[in-house]
């Protein structure tokens, strides 16, 4: 049993900062990769970032340049820093896994840009 927890979610003023965390618990042995997705309301559920181990970060183009996803394996955490925040990266962030080639998701952290 894997367990995904995020923490870092609020409310910003556009322009601003905020920095996500995801730690995965459990009988953890290889995650293969791990990103982060995001929903809107009213939107389908798209993928943000990911990162495998060991290997070159990937973004989607709308945040390419503003975010930053990195890991840090000896404490299986994930994290996504975003900067220069737009009102239209208001969503619910999820977590996600690849852990022994099964997906894993988080409960979600809600990240707020408004003035």
């Known amino acids: 049993q894997v367990q995904l927890v995020e923490s870092g979610g609020g409310l910003v003023q556009p322009g601003g900062s905020l920095r996500l965390s995801c730690v995965a618990s459990g009988r953890i042995f290889s995650i293969y990769v791990m990103g982060w997705y995001r929903q809107a309301p009213g939107k389908q559920r798209e993928w943000v970032a990911s990162?495998?181990?060991?290997?070159?970060?990937n973004y989607a183009d709308s945040v390419k340049g503003r975010f930053t996803i990195s890991r840090d394996n000896a404490k299986n955490t994930v994290y996504l820093q975003m900067n220069s925040l737009k009102p239209e990266d208001t969503a619910v962030y999820y977590c996600w896994i690849n852990h022994m080639g099964s997906a894993y998701w988080g409960q979600g952290t809600q990240v707020t840009v408004s003035s």
């Open positions: 990162i495998p181990s060991g290997g070159t970060t």
